[in-house]
């Protein structure tokens, strides 16, 4: 389905936001709006459920930026929603790297994962490559995994492929376990032409539908 125009109602809404966000607000009001934010920056699509439907917005650089001066929050609720609407920002990439950056030297895990899965989002693969190698050997899991996809497309990606592959998850039959597969293998398509990694993709279960 091709994207429609954007709603106007929604443009007004995203504006109405971004001028929040420059006033700095309370936190409830700066943790919904960066969340709103972040849903309106996502593609589009259409729901089956009433016929309800989200038109992109595309965010200029100067909107990434007002959003982008937050990931120093104190608050990790503030940090965390700051990149999970960064990862939606291409192609300001340049205005969001100094978030995902700190982002990915958060000391609270859920922080490094959004900030890891934006790096890799948006392509920041060489601009960061020294903080993402570093992700590369952090205790959990996910970071490592969205490093190692951000760093795929760089010169780093033998020791990423290396990483990745030493990271996979257990296979059981909870629906978790099953979610969590789906995620490492979302990162593995990175590398799907080495062949270490075409011949372990080759033993798992069908994608889920």
Same mark, same amino acid.
């Given at each position: ?18 001028? *929040?966000?420059? $006033?700095? =607000? =309370? ?44 990931? #120093?929050?104190? +608050?990790?609720?503030? $940090?965390? #929603?700051?990149?999970? !609407?960064? %990862?939606? @920002? @291409?192609?300001?990439?340049?205005? #969001? &790297? *100094? %978030? ?11 922080? /490094?994962?959004?900030?890891? +899965?934006?790096? %890799? @989002?948006?392509?920041?693969? !060489? ?7 570093? $992700?590369?050997?952090? =205790?959990?899991?996910?970071? /490592? ?6 760093? @795929?497309?760089?010169?780093? +990606? ?26 490492? $293998? ?5 590398? #799907? ?8 993709? &080759? ?7």
């Amino acid at each position: 389905m091709q994207p429609k125009v954007t709603d106007g109602a929604e443009l007004a809404r995203h504006g109405h936001l971004i001028a *929040l966000l420059q $006033r700095s =607000p =309370p936190i409830r009001r700066l943790s919904r709006a960066l969340q709103v934010i972040g849903l309106l920056w996502r593609p589009s699509w259409r729901s089956c459920f009433k016929g309800t439907s989200h038109c992109q917005i595309r965010p200029t650089a100067d909107d990434v930026a007002v959003v982008a001066a937050h990931g #120093a929050d104190a +608050r990790v609720e503030v $940090r965390r #929603a700051v990149l999970l !609407a960064l %990862a939606h @920002a @291409a192609p300001h990439s340049d205005a #969001a &790297a *100094l %978030a995902v950056q700190r982002g990915l030297a958060d000391s609270d895990a859920t922080v /490094r994962i959004q900030a890891a +899965r934006a790096g %890799a @989002a948006l392509g920041l693969g !060489a601009t960061l490559g020294k903080k993402l190698l570093e $992700r590369l050997e952090d =205790p959990v899991w996910t970071v /490592r995994w969205h490093a190692a996809r951000a760093l @795929a497309a760089t010169s780093s +990606r033998a020791i990423a492929l290396e990483a990745l592959l030493g990271s996979q998850p257990r296979r059981t039959d909870s629906a978790r376990d099953t979610y969590i597969e789906e995620e490492w $293998r979302s990162c593995a398509d990175a590398f #799907a032409s080495e062949p270490s990694m075409r011949d372990r993709l &080759a033993t798992l279960k069908p994608a889920l539908g």
